[in-house]
C-alpha cells in the first residue's frame, strides 16, 4: 500500500514549455486534490476533483488544467509554464463519507518545480 | 469564507519543556479542524483532527488539540517535546464552499524548533 505518490519528484521548465504531473493513490479514494505551496502561504488548492470524470477549479487554477481519467489518477498540467509557476505542489486524496470522519486527506510526498 | 491564522510564524522551546502552536479559525459551517506536520523535503502528515465530541483531541507522536469555540481556537500541544519535533506545523479548516469540494484551508505554517 503505496498511499499517495506523485511523479516526478524534480523539474525543472523554461519559460513556455508543457508537462504534467501525475498523481496516483491506491486507497480507492473518491477525493482528489492539488495543491502549491509556496513560502509562507501555506498550501493554496488548484483544482479538485469528487470523482472519476469529473473535476473543478480552485483558489488558484488559472495556468493549470486537470483531469481524472481513472479513479486511482490525477493529473495536473502546464500548458506554458511560468516563474511564478515555481512552487512545491502536492497531490492529496481523501474518501467520501457523510459527517467528516473521513475528511482527513493524506498527502503525496510533492514535486519541486523550477520554472526559468 | 473560512480561514486559518497561524500567528507565530517560529516557536522556540527546549527538549522536554512543553510546547503551543497556536491556530485560530473562521468557518461559515462546522468547524473541522486539522493538524498537520511536514518535515524537510516530504509531504504533509495527517497528526489529529476535531470534528465533533470531546474538545481535547489526541493524536500521533503524543501530541494533542485543545478545540475552544468561544475563541475559535484549535492549539495544538505536547507535554514534553523533542529534538524530533522540530518541523513545520499546518492548521486547516475543512472548507464548507462549493457542494462537494471539502477541501482544506490551510494557515501559512509554524516552524517548531526544539532545542537539546
Known amino acids: 500500500n503505496a498511499g499517495v505518490t506523485q511523479t516526478p519528484k524534480f523539474r525543472v521548465l523554461k519559460t513556455g514549455q508543457s508537462m504534467t504531473l501525475l498523481c496516483a493513490q491506491d486507497m480507492n479514494h473518491e477525493y482528489m486534490y492539488w495543491y502549491r505551496q509556496d513560502p509562507g502561504m501555506g498550501l493554496r488548492l488548484i483544482h479538485y476533483?469528487?470523482?472519476?470524470?469529473?473535476?473543478a477549479k480552485g483558489e488558484v487554477p488559472d495556468g493549470y488544467n486537470v483531469s481524472r481519467l481513472k479513479k486511482q489518477n490525477f493529473l495536473l498540467g502546464l500548458e506554458s509554464a511560468a516563474p511564478s509557476q515555481t512552487s512545491v505542489y502536492f497531490c492529496a486524496s481523501s474518501e467520501h463519507k457523510a459527517g467528516g470522519l473521513t475528511d482527513t486527506q493524506y498527502f503525496g510526498p510533492g514535486t519541486r518545480l523550477t520554472v526559468l | 469564507a473560512q480561514s486559518v491564522a497561524q500567528p507565530e510564524d517560529q516557536v522556540n522551546v527546549a527538549e522536554g519543556n512543553p510546547l503551543t502552536v497556536k491556530c485560530t479559525y473562521s468557518?461559515?459551517?462546522?468547524?473541522?479542524l486539522f493538524w498537520y506536520v511536514q518535515y524537510p523535503n516530504r509531504g504533509l502528515q495527517f497528526l489529529l483532527k476535531y470534528i465533533t465530541g470531546d474538545n481535547l483531541v489526541k493524536g500521533s507522536y503524543g501530541f494533542e488539540a485543545e478545540f475552544n469555540k468561544s475563541q475559535t481556537s484549535f492549539h495544538l500541544k505536547k507535554p514534553s517535546a523533542l529534538v524530533s519535533d522540530s518541523a513545520l506545523y499546518f492548521c486547516a479548516v475543512r472548507d464548507w464552499g462549493a457542494t462537494g469540494r471539502r477541501a482544506l484551508t490551510f494557515g501559512s505554517g509554524t516552524r517548531l524548533q526544539v532545542q537539546p
Open positions: 468557518v461559515s459551517g462546522n468547524p473541522y
Open positions: 476533483s469528487v470523482g472519476e470524470g469529473t473535476t
